[in-house]
C-alpha cells in the first residue's frame, strides 16, 4: 500500500463521546500534517508534526488532541467535540518542513469525514 | 499572514471549452504556488506548481501563469472533459517551507 491512507473513512460521534482518527504515510516522510475542511472555508491548517515532534498548533480547542508515535502514523484524539466541528479532515505528509529542490508538496489522504451529532 | 482569494467559485463549462481559476495573493514575500484537485471523496491531488522565478508554466491540457507584480496566478484548461469535474484550490507559500495558505476552492463542473 502507498501513499497516505487515513481511517476510518467516516464517523458519526455524540458530543459526549471520545474517538480518534488514524493516519499513516508509506511515503518514508517525516512530517505530518492535520487540517480540517469545512464547506465553503480555505483549509484551516490545525496541527504540524516533523520527526514527531509538533511544530505547529494553530489555536486548536483542547477538544482536539494529536499524537505523533513515529514519522509514519498521526493521530487525532477526539473528545466532547461541537457541532461545527462537523468536516472532513485530512491528513498530509511530506520529507520533512521545506519546501524546494527535491522536496515535493505535501500528499494528502482522501480523509475522515466527521459529523457530530 | 498571507491571504489567498479564489474566484469564481463555482465554474461551469461546456466539454471541449476552456476554464480559467484566478487567485491572488497579499505577501508579497510567496514564492511557491501549487495548485490542487479534489475529486468527489477524496484529498487534494497536486496537479501543477509554480515558483516565482517563472511566469508560466505547462503540462498537457494545464497551465498556470505567475504576475508577481499584480500578485495574481491563474490556472488554464485547455479542451475541458468530463473527468476534469473537481474543485480546485489554489495555495500560496513563503520562504521554501511547507506551511501552504488555501484558496476557498472553485468547483468546476465540464458538461458533455
Known amino acids: 500500500e502507498t501513499g497516505v491512507t487515513q481511517t476510518p473513512r467516516h464517523l458519526v460521534m455524540g458530543m459526549t463521546n471520545k474517538k480518534s482518527l488514524k493516519c499513516e504515510q508509506h511515503?518514508?516522510?517525516?512530517?505530518m500534517y492535520w487540517y480540517k475542511q469545512s464547506a465553503k472555508k480555505p483549509l484551516e491548517l490545525m496541527f504540524v508534526?516533523?520527526?514527531?515532534?509538533?511544530?505547529e498548533n494553530n489555536s486548536v480547542p483542547s477538544r482536539f488532541s494529536p499524537e505523533c508515535p513515529n514519522s509514519s502514523h498521526l493521530f487525532l484524539h477526539l473528545h466532547t467535540l461541537q457541532p461545527e466541528d462537523s468536516a472532513l479532515y485530512l491528513c498530509a505528509s511530506s520529507q520533512d518542513l521545506r519546501l524546494g529542490g527535491k522536496n515535493q508538496p505535501q500528499h494528502f489522504g482522501d480523509g475522515t469525514r466527521l459529523s457530530i451529532l | 499572514g498571507e491571504n489567498v482569494e479564489q474566484h469564481p467559485s463555482t465554474l461551469s463549462v461546456q466539454e471541449g471549452d476552456s476554464a480559467v481559476i484566478k487567485c491572488t495573493y497579499s505577501?508579497?514575500?510567496?514564492?511557491?504556488f501549487p495548485w490542487y484537485k479534489q475529486e468527489l471523496g477524496k484529498g487534494p491531488q497536486l496537479i501543477i506548481d509554480i515558483r516565482s522565478n517563472v511566469g508560466e508554466k505547462k503540462d498537457q491540457r494545464i497551465a498556470v501563469t505567475l504576475n508577481k507584480t499584480a500578485k495574481h496566478f491563474s490556472l488554464h484548461i485547455t479542451e475541458t472533459q468530463p473527468e476534469d469535474s473537481a474543485v480546485y484550490f489554489c495555495a500560496a507559500s513563503t520562504g521554501g517551507y511547507q506551511k501552504v495558505t488555501f484558496g476557498i476552492g472553485t468547483k468546476l463542473q465540464v458538461i458533455p
Open positions: 505577501d508579497s514575500a510567496s514564492n511557491y
Open positions: 511515503l518514508g516522510h517525516n512530517a
Open positions: 508534526y516533523n520527526f514527531k515532534e509538533q511544530t
